[in-house]
């Protein structure tokens, strides 16, 4: 078998141009996390669904490949065409592959594949059929080779209700849901691994008829176009992709040589190169060595039963800058070291107008994303971006990030992977469990005030300086954070707890502004759970510390962002490795030991800990 991926999955959603970024799609979200998405990528004219499905499939234009809706309804593909579909490609490469189409719309594979090319066929009247499908097929074929679904039920929302409109949206969201249970089906079967995934639209609509496509409008001719996998790099830029590409990009992962007279191509960068895959290529020289040091210090550290976190905490990035050489560099450590999450400290990006620091929080987030890890954001004083109406006295709130815009932008995503506080979301505050570690980690919000804004059109409360954590917050923390019960080996379980401020000022070094309300009422909680907490973890200070409060560990994080706020700290300086600060968190409770194996400035640190938790401490 050649080629870089094990077997390459198309999903295209007819219709639906580059809105799927309009709305709510996690599982979409998930199954590109950690690739490369555009929403700027261009389809074919005319921007209909024969053209469209042709190009991509046969890596040409039109007026080449000669497919319309009716010649696909009615014709089959001439198999001596010059202009081969990749599914023929592979057939002929491999007579014995199973590739598998599943279709929405008949013509795909009456006219538009050639006849034989796919080995296993079935054109369902539902887009929901595609999941049982999809089961049949790997209930006989799980070996198959290549997998191609057209989902045809967002397209006939735009026609009936608009393109773009709620309802249309609601369809989006639906298909979303039903590729979330494919998803699931290969993940359990191990699947996913090693498997190149391609995610685009054929078109969009409602440009010149708000119910219909065809024409050169924008908003016909851009779509969504999304592929993450084995050696797919999610640094590109966000070049002019066509959907004739598509052809050659699941050739390339599939080892087959693309036919001279398609136009389609692989965009420049999206696979890394080969010294890129086997090392960290991608990345200036001063990571090479201080990532592999990491990587085979953290190594030494785990087992079977080791928690282990990647922890990343005050970037406040700027979009384009260097912070992303180190959100690439946590990736390495991620598919190197196979992390249970990767927790989002808090204050992401630097504060100013709100749509350019909207895009720098998603470029963050999004350069964060590894397929299989989830990202746990935690939210900052600077993440509502609420001191940017407030220096400039412009006696508005017209640049706050309200907690229902961050929660859709990044929390939204992890439903179902994490325990929210149920009718309480907004609140930004959540659990995510690690059965096979006993470990539940605990994510705070310690900027949950009430968000109001005031007849001079100024919030009530300043997210920036005011801190607290609300009293439905706490009683949370105290009736479920530390309830389990029900989960295997109830009495072995212990919490990570990590909160952006810290929540006492006591004993602290670094930025000490200001108590967090309702900060000594939540210590009594973990105070009388202390047998249950391995450790708290903080950001915000800008500055290392290892300290202890009634034998309860607590430790502050060196901020990412380059530069040196306290003549203690270490330098930290641009294009060095020191301009990074990661910390991976190991947590071993046989060994009593918890580790933070530090990548950039500052120095590793060692937590020794006890089962009742008197504890020593080493930094």
Known sequence: MNGLAKRVIIIGLDGAGNMVKDTVTPNIDRLLAGGFVSYEARTVLPTISGECWGSMFHGVQPK???????VAATQKYPLDSPYPSFMKLLRDAEPDSVIASLSAWQPINDGIIEEGAANYVANVHADRHHVQKVGELLETHPDFRLLFMQFDGIDGAG????YGTPAYLDIIRETDGYIGDIAAMLEQRGLLDGSLIIMLADHGGGGADPTGHGSAHPQDVTIFWGCSGPGVSSAIAEEDICITDTAAVAAYALGLEAPELWSGRVPQGLFRTESEQDGFG???EYYHGPLREAIDKVRQAQDEETATLIYYTDAHHKTGGNQLRVTQAIRHLAREIAPDCIVAGGDWSENGDKEEVLRSQRELMKALHVEGCPV??????????????????WKGANHVIFPIEAYNDFYSKLEGTVSFDKGNETGLYFYYDLPGKKTRVVVLNSIDIVYQVNRDGMLEQNGQWEYAFSDRQLHWVKEHVFDFSGLENEDEWKTVIFSHVPILQRELAGYTDGEVENGEKLWKVLRDNRSRISACLFGHVHIDQVYAIDEIPLITTLNSVSYKNFPESPDKIRDTISEAVVDIVTINYAKGELLLTRLGAGEDRRVTITSTNGLTLQK
Do not use: C, M, Q, Y
């Open 282 to 284: 991608d990345l200036p």
């Open 64 to 70: 080449l490949h000669g497919l319309t809706n009716e």
């Open 159 to 162: 026609h009936a209700f608009g």
């Open 376 to 393: 746990l954001p935690v939210k900052g004083n600077h993440d509502d971006n609420s001191i940017h109406d407030f220096h400039r006295n």
